[in-house]
């Protein structure tokens, strides 16, 4: 039983560009939460998903950035014309049930650098 | 913020010590739960505590948890050189949707 995929684990976009970041996960789960943590900084809470909804997109900038969970597929986290405070290592994780209390599993993260 | 914070930030000791980190929050909350990231990994979930518990073990972890001064405690005990990671405590904030982190504790263990 796999854990929570996350992909690429290193992601370089220039100023400007677009980034994806992927989630698959585990399996059984249908919920889906991403955190965002800066360097020498603890995680921060940006979204959390629900197969096809967006349950609490609270912690996500108003701007460029956008999460999307399809029915079939991992879930997105969609970053448009990244800027160099960007430049973050963002987690995903997935429980069976909501919330925290049922138990969370991280993923490994990706490592975004805009230059 | 809502942000906890832990203390210290940073705490080196050698192989065999206790290493005891500490938690506040400023919310009420359902859970407090810890844990471990290594450096440039993901995070390891260590241990949840329950907002009408007041400690727990889990091998070489113990946690304790004050909700009257909003504040929990983790103990390692007999630390080893594999326990050199950052370990953050992180609250529901009464809510069920979300982890609140603190800031964490850098945990170095000299062999």
């Known amino acids: 039983n796999a854990g929570v995929m996350q992909n690429p684990r290193h992601l370089v976009r220039r100023r400007g560009q677009e980034a994806r970041l992927r989630c698959s996960p585990m399996k059984g789960h249908s919920h889906v939460y991403w955190y965002r943590q800066l360097p020498e900084e603890g995680l921060k809470f940006m979204v959390y998903l629900q197969k096809e909804n967006i349950i609490d997109e609270s912690g996500m900038p108003k701007e460029r950035f956008s999460a999307e969970f399809p029915k079939e597929g991992p879930s997105i986290l969609r970053i448009q014309q990244v800027v160099r405070g960007d430049s973050a290592a963002y987690f995903c994780a997935s429980s069976p049930g909501g919330g925290p209390a049922h138990g969370y599993t991280f993923g490994s993260g990706t490592r975004l650098t805009v230059v | 913020s809502q942000q906890g914070e832990e203390d210290p930030q940073a705490l080196s000791i050698q192989e065999g010590e206790n290493a005891t980190m500490n938690c506040s929050y400023k919310?009420?909350?359902?859970?407090l739960q810890w844990y471990r990231q290594n450096s440039g990994r993901g995070l390891v979930h260590l241990i949840l505590?329950?907002?009408?518990?007041r400690e727990k073990h889990s091998g070489r972890l113990r946690v304790t948890l004050d909700t009257s001064k909003k504040s929990s405690s983790l103990l390692i005990t007999a630390s080893r050189a594999a326990d050199t990671a950052s370990y953050f405590c992180a609250t529901d904030g009464g809510a069920t949707n979300k982890l609140i982190f603190g800031t964490g504790t850098l945990l170095a263990v000299q062999p």
């Open positions: 505590i329950r907002s009408n518990e």
């Open positions: 919310t009420s909350i359902n859970n």
